[in-house]
């Protein structure tokens, strides 16, 4: 044995009879990184949403107050939690909707190769730019795009038409309204709620479905009563991404929306022009309000358990 390799030797033996320690210095490194940064930061920016900012200089005011969580009760500012609420919410149950039959046959029907020709499909939008899709559906959704050229030689620009004359999700175009809006973000997400279904199905054992078949169950007895039980943490795993990501998105009600904020929209119009830091923060603890009593709804639910 070389000299050189001899301290690195003795110093293996000694974490290896030290168990404790070898962990907490295999430990130390991310967890200081995540104390440091991450619940560094969190609190740095909750610590904000108390302070205030002084209307006459524009200066941060570092004395703890609740005016900032008083304003967010203003009714333009309800409009705005509300707003985006709803299109998360929405946004999630369409997702579910559209994934299950995709992750269902993925899981259930689909040979190998196919399977991974679709694990390709749903995976294949991911690699690219996230601001290339969103503005790539942008001129897919303009008047002038492909899709309204679609409609008008189908004979279904009336159809769509009457969508836009809807007084809450229409608009002048389907590229600045709130459906074109909701049709980016189930795209965007959809790839985040099929995975987590799939893998919740594929866990499902096939003993079960025979087991219900010979107890005399009917396939749609089975799938309600088997199937979408088990599936449903996946379910759940899949909303907790299309709920949060689109609470937080601003990319998305910049790019297709019109004067009516969403909430990421608001933090950065109140820490940018507005340079109002403190109200904007107080802003960004509304989605983690959100998301905490989701999580708490989940895990009452039972949902935790099976993942």
């Known amino acids: 044995m070389s000299a050189a390799a001899a301290p690195t030797r003795r110093l293996s033996i000694y974490l290896y009879r030290r168990p404790a320690l070898a962990l907490i210095l295999l430990l130390a490194p991310p967890l200081l990184w995540l104390g440091v940064v991450y619940l560094g930061s969190l609190f740095a920016l909750i610590l ?4 205030t900012l002084d209307s ?37 149950v369409a997702a579910a909707g559209v994934a299950f039959p995709i992750s269902y046959y993925m899981a259930r029907y689909a040979t ?34 492909v899709l309204n050229w679609t409609l008008v030689q189908m004979r279904l620009d009336g159809v769509l038409n009457w969508l836009l004359s809807l007084p809450v999700i229409g ?16 795209y965007v997400w959809l790839p985040y709620m099929i995975l987590p279904i799939e893998a919740a199905l594929e866990r499902v054992p096939e003993s079960l479905l025979e087991a219900s078949a010979d107890l005399g169950a009917r396939p749609r007895e089975t799938f309600r009563r088997v199937v ?34 969403f909430i990421g929209q608001a933090v950065l119009a109140f820490q940018g022009t507005a340079a109002n830091v403190p109200l904007a923060a107080a802003f960004t603890v509304v989605p983690m309000v959100i998301m905490a009593v989701y999580l708490t709804i989940a895990r009452r639910t039972g949902a935790f358990e099976a993942l």
Do not use: C, H
């Open 171 to 186: 608009g002048p175009s389907l590229s600045v309204s709130r459906l074109g809006m909701f049709v980016v973000f189930l």
């Open 56 to 92: 006459f200089t524009g200066q941060v005011v570092r004395k703890l107050t609740l005016a900032n969580y008083r304003d967010l009760f203003v009714a333009s500012n309800i409009d705005i939690i509300v707003r985006t609420a709803s299109m998360a919410a929405a946004v999630t």
């Open 228 to 261: 979408l039980p088990l599936a449903f943490p996946g379910v759940v795993a899949g909303s907790l991404f299309t709920f949060s990501l689109t609470l937080g998105d601003f990319v998305v009600p910049y790019a297709l929306g019109n004067s009516a904020l």
């Open 112 to 145: 190998p190769r196919v399977r991974a020709l679709l694990y390709l499909g749903v995976l294949l939008p991911l690699w690219s730019s996230y601001l290339v899709r969103v503005y790539s559906w942008k001129l897919i959704l303009a008047r002038e795009g």
């Open 48 to 51: 904000q949403s108390f302070f």
